[in-house]
């Protein structure tokens, strides 16, 4: 028997309140970490070639991250995203408390707005530097951030279509052991992609105007 | 564990969200305001990543070294392991052969 107050897996537990659906958890959870290390490496070694080509070289006289960096926007697109995996947390949270099902699906409706909010200034983004001639073939700068900022937009999205997934299945299914874990692995997957986003962050944009 | 403290959680929440907030907010005004040299202000940048990676790995992903399955933890630093050698190998031989060119 492991102890009453261990965690059976990392992340959020639902805790030993739960019965059954906290005892499942484990491997499905386990396997869902598998997954985001896999995901890791991907956008490791996509950082990894954007590096390599961030550089006068890869830039070929085209623009350059002074020319199409527009830092207000980055930092609205952080916030964004931070308070959306504050307010997914919070979610987590009054589902693990076995608050009513409206209360999770409230604040999962608010991390889901946060996140389209997100991708609505990131499209806006790629926009503006699209319509300075900065698309990704214009060099190999240009396409190592499309490629890698591109990656990460295109998580968000597929984590903006598994919160949709996730509020209609609370509302027709309640909180079911089956769909507790299912928000519980969509919760990893919602903070793994803010700390991707650190590092987006800090090295393509704040590295790249310095 | 009967009856997990709500509050607690939700404050640990807020505690880990100011910490992620403050480390996003200096890099940004390294950058805006430009003190110091260009060398310092990577410094700070790197520091502050790397800070709020913790934060978050602590607080979001409740990541820690406390007492969890061994194999989770395995996972995650044989993982990091892999991708420091594929990355750090390609910056480097890439990095040579761009000073070389």
Redesign the interface.
Known sequence: MT???????????L???HGEAHNQA?TVV?GF??FL??D??LF??T???Y??LA?N?GMASGPTPADIID?VNV?AQ??LL??S??TF??AS?TM??KMPAKVTIAWLGLSLVLGLAFLGLAALDFLNMANQGAVPSRSGYLSGLWSLVGLHAVHVTAGCFWIMIMIAQIAVLGLHPIVKSRVLRLG?FW??L??VW??I??IVY??G?? | ????D?KA??RA??L??GL??AL?VV??A???FGPGT?GL??IL??L??LA??VV??RY????DL????R???H??LF?VL??GI???G??WI??NL?IR?
């Open positions: 102890q009453p107050n261990a965690k059976l897996h990392p992340g959020l537990n805790g030993h309140h484990e386990f970490w598998v290390m896999s890791l490496i490791g070694l950082f990894a070639s590096i390599t550089n070289m830092l930092f952080t916030v931070l308070v995996s504050l947390g919070v949270l693990r408390h990893l903070h793994f803010d700390i650190i590092g962050f800090s704040l590295g105007l310095l | 564990m009967r009856n997990p709500f959680e939700l929440y807020l880990g969200f992620a907030l996003t890099p940004f390294v950058v805006v260009q202000a990577i940048i790197t502050c990543a709020q990676l978050q790995l979001f992903l409740h990541l406390s007492e969890q399955k194999e989770d933890l996972l995650v993982t892999l991708l594929m990355s750090i390609t910056i890439l990095g761009a060119m």
